[in-house]
């Protein structure tokens, strides 16, 4: 039988939406945790130009497209472990003493970037790339929050 242009055009959209959906079936699991410290903003007029603390909420989504031998992403123990370091570096500290917050602002949304970034980088040791992170959530009051994602 002979396959008219039609055909062929419409096998290879098929293809493609097989391979595209089948990349956006992810895995995900979430945790969250909470540290309180003080800051202040630099370059910032008003109240928040003072130093003041919040007890701040962290939440912590990965990401990833394949379970391990015991049908988990990660464990959530393990994540919790990945993201304690992180969390024990700022908790009761004055965070614009601590890198990266002596030259950038610890504003909640550089917090969430912060969050990010130091947790990838120890999953993708502790994972092998496997699992990675997907979005980072920022409480800096109960209701305020600033999220960062890539």
Same mark, same amino acid.
């Given at each position: 039988m002979r396959r008219c242009k039609h055909d062929t055009i419409i096998l290879a959209l098929w293809a493609a939406?097989?391979?595209?959906?089948?990349a956006v079936l992810m895995?995900?699991?979430?945790?969250?945790?909470?540290?309180?410290?003080?800051?202040?903003?630099?370059?910032? #007029?008003?109240k928040c130009e003072k130093p003041h603390g919040h007890n701040y909420r962290v939440r912590v989504t990965?990401?990833?497209?394949?379970?391990?031998?015991?049908?988990?992403?990660?464990?959530?123990?393990d994540l919790k472990d990945v993201l304690r370091p992180v969390m024990n570096y700022l908790d009761h500290e004055m965070m614009n003493d601590l890198e990266p917050f002596t030259?950038?602002?610890?504003?909640?949304?550089?917090?969430?970037?912060?969050?990010?970034?130091?947790?990838n980088s120890r999953l993708?040791?502790?994972?092998?790339? #496997?699992?990675?992170?997907?979005?980072?959530?920022i409480w800096e009051t109960d209701t305020t929050t600033a999220r960062y994602s890539e």
């Open positions: 939406f097989l391979r595209l959906s089948r895995y995900e699991v979430t945790v969250e945790d909470t540290f309180s410290a003080g800051h202040y903003l630099r370059n910032y #007029r008003g990965l990401s990833g497209e394949e379970l391990d031998q015991a049908g988990l992403l990660l464990d959530f123990k030259t950038i602002n610890p504003s909640a949304e550089n917090l969430a970037k912060y969050f990010y970034d130091e947790t993708k040791q502790n994972t092998n790339g #496997r699992v990675r992170v997907k979005d980072v959530t």
